[in-house]
């Protein structure tokens, strides 16, 4: 029986073989597919996720090595000299920080607004443009840290102080009345 067991394919099954005339597709009751719920999906989905996860090494760990081995001394020097280098850029912002926000509050900005300034008129800072510039420059753009705010320029359609057009109002007074 194993013989002919290993000898059948998915589709001989499916078919029924043409040497056993009993296992015919008209013989053969039709199996019923097994249905899943949303619910019983998921749950396999994740049974199999967390089965692969724990059997997955630290793929990008073992690659961050190998990828640091590969590297010259030159290229490992100029890594921890821009790590060393942004590191002091961050202790530097920190320290100016409180004279960053005071020189905001001196050119008019709101004090609830200061840190907001500072970190915009931080970004226009560069070689040609200093830290006060880089301050107007955020303040032309947005007067309203300053607590000026543009005309809105939005209306409600009615004028005050205008005369109504008499003549159609009369009419519909008339008409209504």
Known sequence: MDET???TTAADVQQGSADDPQNTAENTPEKAEKTFTRK??????????????KD????????RKWKDGQ???EQ???DELAAERSAKEAVEREKNAPELKMSCISKGVKPENASDVAALAEKYVDDNTDIDTAIEKVLEKYPSFCGKEKAA?????AKIGASPDHGNSIYFLEKIW
């Open 5 to 7: 067991m290993e000898n």
């Open 40 to 53: 019983e999906l998921d749950e396999i989905v994740k049974k199999r996720l967390d089965r692969v996860k």
């Open 56 to 63: 997955m090494p630290d793929e990008p760990d073992e690659f």
């Open 71 to 73: 590297k010259t001394a």
């Open 76 to 78: 490992k020097a100029a």
């Open 153 to 157: 320029g939005i209306t409600t359609g």
